[in-house]
Every structure is written in structure tokens, then in C-alpha cells.
């Protein structure tokens, strides 16, 4: 799972209070040929102007920044009751280059991490007879097909959202991968194969200044999301050209659970399969099914995860409302799914706690660090426009398709 949070704002200790009488009049006489001012207040080292704006939201955004950047400030457009309120906010970009050596050694590391997992996923002949190669830096180079295609999804994601963010003058840090223990690496170390089955968490881009407006923060949202797709969904389609239908061992098996798009294409590419077999996946599959899955988990609606970015763009600050009915929606599915597989043929307490959990977890983690809040951008007027409404909606109808009922699936011959 991925964070695409914004960085903290570390708002300076506001002025004496004289100093800051001196700073609001600054302001005013840079504001009041935009806005006809009917009231202002000075809360800390926040100097708010409210009345009604002499021209469009853009227009009074351009004016604005540069004036206020020349006091130390930035200026954000909400809309309140009876009017507009331009509220002068301490500057809150982050100014200078981070150094780019973390993220190249987060890189490495996990491109090394994820060609470990890769070795966990078989189905590809080639690189399947590396594993009895007479070198072991040959036998490494086995999980090449799983690691290749789910590194491709991830970057692709993260610098989609890197360009987007460029593209709209919005000031952003490389993406930062994240590594994770593979059930390899366990299995050598301890003996058991605990691990990520993925090798990373996924990456995490810093935003260090505000999006300009609701179409622009949508921008950068969705440009991962989409990106990332373009690349898991061919990729998938390619695995399971690859894939075979097989006799199911006597002892079973396991695997990952399908969702709506997954299993439309398996059905798509293999009709019904019999009862006593099963697929058996190329690891380009089982990679493009956690690429798909890393795009699900960003759309969910929620605070400053993609998808929440995305609703706050559509609904404004109905966004909230959106994310607490989605926390307990993930509830919801966490019961279902536990009462579900504790009723099927087979079912019992320890597998329905184990089918059940990844929801309780997501909604866990979303409301402990994610959290149901996001930031606005400077201008709260503007509109979305009608186009990215619908690819909005397409975005959260996507989330549907991609998101598995259950990660994992049991199966007994």
C-alpha cells in the first residue's frame, strides 16, 4: 500500500501582534482591487479577508501569489456563507532539491527485493531453468519475469503522478520505493516463509506545495492510477496468453483471489474451468495482479491516498462524508467476507479470520495514518471540469472491478 501524502505544513510562530496589524494592512492594499472586502481577521499568523471577488477565482489566483510570495505568504480561495474568504497563509512551499540519493538506494533495494520475491512465482520456462543454474548470481535472475512487470506498474504509477505534478507547476519530490522482506528471505533467516509476497510496499511521492486548483489536483491524482493501468492490464492480458489450464493437485491449492476484472479476463481467456483444475499463472499474471491490486488500494476514496484526492476534486469538502462511509463500508466487507467463507462447504473459524482480516486491516490503517482529511488547493472555487467528472466516477467504478473480495483463495480437489 502507498502514501502519497502532502508534507506537513510548519506554520512559523506568529508575529507580535503589532507586527502582524502592520502585515495585514500589506495585504490588504494587495487584495482589495480583487476583492471587495466587507470583513477581515487576523487569527494567530493567518490574516483572513472575506466579500466577493471583482473577477474570476483563476484570474484572482494569478494576481495573488505573486504579491503575497513577496510578503511571505500564500493565498487560498474557500468559498463561506454569503461570500468568498481569501485566507494569507505562511508561505507554505517547501523551497529547494531534496538530494536524489535516497531514492536511488530505496530503488535499488527494492529492485533487489522483488527479484527475491519473483523467485517464490514459477510458470515462465526460461527463467525457470535459471533455478538450477550452476551460478548462483544466474539462479537469482529467476524472478526476473514477476519483478520486471510489477517494478514496471510501479514506477510507471509514480512518475504519472510525477509528470502530472510537474505539468501543472506543482513542486514534488522523486518517488521513494520501499522495500520489503520477501517469504524467501524469512524462510533463509528463520525457517519459515514470512514476508511481503511482493518484495516492496510500493513508493511514496511528497507533494512539497499545494495544488493549484481542483482540476489540477485531480490531475496529479488520477495520472498514477491510469498510467499504472496502462501498463498492468496489457500485461495481464499477456501473462494469461501464457498461463495454462491444469489438473489440480490431490493436496489442492492456493493462490490469489480474483476480482471482477481479473476473473472476467481469466474467463474471457479460458471459458469455465473444470471442476478438478485449475490455472496455473504465468508470473507475469501473479505480477500484474498486485500492480492492479496497488491501484485498487490507492483509488479507495479516503484522505490523501489517490483516490481521496480524486473525491475531494468531485465533492469539495463533502470529501469527509465520502470517507467515513468508506471505512465503514471496508468494515461491512470485513464482516461479509468472514460470515461468508464461515458458511461455505469447507469453512471454518481460522480461515474465515484469515479472509476476512485484510479488510479490517485496510480500514485500521486508514484510519489511524491515513486519516479522513485532505488538503484543499489554493483555489477552492473552480470548478471540475465536466470531462474529469466522468473520469472521476470511472476511476472509483475501476475501483470496483480491481479490489478482490478475498486476497487469498483456498481450493480442495
Not at 494567530?44 to 483563476?58: C, D, S, Y
Not at 510570495?69 to 493565498?75: K, W
Request: proline share 9%.
Amino acid at each position: 500500500m502507498r502514501w502519497w501524502p502532502i508534507r506537513a505544513r510548519r506554520f512559523p510562530p506568529p508575529p507580535p501582534p503589532d507586527e502582524m496589524l502592520v502585515t495585514e494592512d500589506r495585504l490588504r492594499r494587495n487584495v482589495e482591487d480583487v476583492l471587495v472586502i466587507r470583513d477581515r481577521q487576523i487569527r494567530g499568523g493567518i490574516v483572513v479577508f472575506r466579500g466577493e471577488l471583482m473577477t474570476e477565482p483563476a484570474r484572482a489566483l494569478d494576481l495573488l501569489i505573486g504579491r503575497f510570495r513577496s510578503l511571505g505568504y500564500t493565498p487560498y480561495l474557500r468559498e463561506e456563507a454569503g461570500g468568498v474568504a481569501v485566507q494569507a497563509l505562511p508561505l507554505t512551499e517547501t523551497a529547494g532539491r531534496s538530494a536524489t540519493r535516497p531514492n536511488v538506494i530505496l530503488f535499488s533495494v527494492t529492485c533487489v527485493t522483488m527479484l527475491l520475491a519473483g523467485l517464490g512465482y514459477v510458470g515462465a520456462p526460461m527463467f525457470d531453468a535459471l533455478r538450477t543454474a550452476p551460478s548462483l548470481a544466474l539462479r537469482f535472475f529467476a524472478g526476473v519475469p514477476f519483478a520486471a512487470t510489477l517494478l514496471a506498474v510501479l514506477v510507471v504509477h509514480e512518475f504519472g503522478h510525477y509528470f502530472a505534478a510537474r505539468y501543472h507547476g506543482a513542486s514534488v519530490s522523486l518517488p521513494y520505493f520501499v522495500p520489503a522482506p520477501p517469504p524467501i528471505l524469512g524462510y533463509l533467516l528463520f525457517g519459515l516463509p514470512i514476508g511481503v509476497p511482493f518484495g516492496t510496499l510500493g513508493a511514496i511521492i511528497l507533494m512539497r506545495s499545494p495544488a493549484r486548483d481542483r482540476n489540477s489536483l485531480f490531475d496529479i491524482a488520477a495520472a498514477g492510477p491510469l498510467a499504472g493501468l496502462a501498463v498492468a492490464f496489457p500485461a495481464i492480458v499477456l501473462g494469461l496468453a501464457w498461463s495454462s489450464v491444469v489438473p489440480m493437485p490431490p493436496e489442492g491449492y492456493s493462490g490469489f483471489g480474483d476480482s471482477l476484472l481479473t476473473w472476467g479476463l481469466s474467463y474471457l481467456r479460458f471459458g469455465h474451468i473444470p471442476p478438478g483444475h485449475m490455472l496455473f499463472t504465468h508470473p507475469i499474471v501473479d505480477a500484474a495482479w498486485a500492480g492492479l491490486l496497488v491501484t485498487a488500494l490507492n483509488l479507495i476514496p479516503v484522505g490523501q491516498l489517490d483516490g481521496g484526492r480524486i473525491v475531494y476534486a468531485l465533492f469539495g469538502r463533502r470529501h469527509r462524508a465520502v470517507g467515513r462511509a468508506t471505512v465503514i463500508a471496508l468494515l461491512g466487507l470485513g464482516v461479509a467476507a468472514f460470515l461468508w467463507t464461515l458458511r461455505a462447504p469447507g469453512g471454518d473459524i481460522i480461515l474465515a479470520i484469515g479472509s476476512s482480516l485484510n479488510w479490517f486491516v485496510w480500514a485500521g490503517l486508514i484510519s489511524l495514518l491515513v486519516g479522513l482529511h485532505h488538503s484543499p488547493p489554493l483555489d477552492d472555487l473552480s470548478p471540475l471540469s465536466w470531462g474529469r467528472r466522468a473520469i472521476g466516477i470511472a476511476c472509483l467504478i475501476l475501483l470496483v472491478l480491481m479490489l478482490p473480495p478475498f486476497l487469498f483463495q483456498v481450493k480442495s480437489s
